[in-house]
């Protein structure tokens, strides 16, 4: 499975904090994203990152990958308490199939 | 800014019975997927469709699933006889044909909530 997984289930942080998150993920992929999940909502992406970029930034967010250990970290820099809300990592496959494979995701809690 | 609209947001129904979800994709896109989301837990593939037909499809889409695009507009998921484990929210997702054969940005609707009883 190219499954991603994230690291940590949960995260619960101060206000104006910074927020790390880590997927893994098992296959070849051509892409990572990222994507926000407000409780009993739909799913917004936040960010897409290429297999031949490192780094990327927009806004407060930073996603770094590292193919070679098949890994991916989402920054939240300055967290707010809007950004109170699940955070999914998402592979697409280099070949074949048309879809986007979800990991299990890390529940984010910003306290004020 | 356009979006996935889906409904109902919300359907109970009795063991046994059929249920059509549907969704109304972003106009000018070409692929369509459902997705469901158990409650607490992961967003599984169920399906993606381009073409008027489907291009893959996940072990849990089995043959109690079906999907239409009847008019060229509305993308359907159908349960023939849905189950207590149906009970689920589905999520209806389009994207627009991006290059390298892979997805981009999906767009996803705010999900339907199924109740199965």
């Known amino acids: 499975s190219q499954q991603g997984e994230e690291d940590p289930q949960a995260l619960s942080i101060q206000e104006g904090e910074n927020a790390t998150m880590n997927c893994s993920y098992k296959?070849?992929?051509?892409?990572l994203q990222w994507y926000r999940q407000n409780s009993g909502r739909g799913l917004v992406h936040l960010i897409l990152?290429?297999?031949?970029?490192r780094e990327k930034h927009s806004g407060r967010l930073r996603v770094t990958l590292d193919t070679s250990k098949k890994s991916s970290s989402l920054l939240i820099t300055a967290s707010r308490a809007a950004d109170t809300a699940s955070y999914f990592c998402?592979?697409?496959?280099?070949?074949?199939?048309?879809?986007?494979?979800f990991g299990q995701g890390t529940r984010l809690t910003i306290n004020p | 800014e356009p979006e996935v609209t889906q409904t109902p947001s919300h359907q109970v129904t009795q063991m046994g019975q059929e249920v059509i979800l549907r969704c109304v994709p972003i106009?000018?896109?070409?692929?369509f997927y459902w997705y469901r989301q158990i409650l607490g837990q992961k967003v599984e593939f169920l399906v993606s469709?381009?073409?008027?037909?489907?291009?893959?499809k996940s072990e849990i889409f089995d043959d109690q699933f079906s999907v239409e695009r009847p008019d060229g507009s509305n993308f359907t998921l159908k349960i023939r006889s849905t189950k207590l484990e149906d009970s689920a929210m589905y999520f209806c997702?389009?994207?627009?044909?991006?290059?390298?054969?892979?997805?981009?940005?999906?767009?996803f609707g705010e999900g339907s909530r199924l109740t199965v009883l």
């Open positions: 106009s000018n896109h070409l692929y």
């Open positions: 469709f381009y073409n008027n037909e489907i291009s893959e």
């Open positions: 296959t070849s992929i051509n892409n």
């Open positions: 997702a389009s994207f627009r044909l991006a290059g390298g054969g892979s997805p981009g940005e999906l767009f």
């Open positions: 990152i290429r297999s031949n970029e």
């Open positions: 998402a592979t697409g496959a280099i070949q074949g199939a048309q879809k986007l494979v």
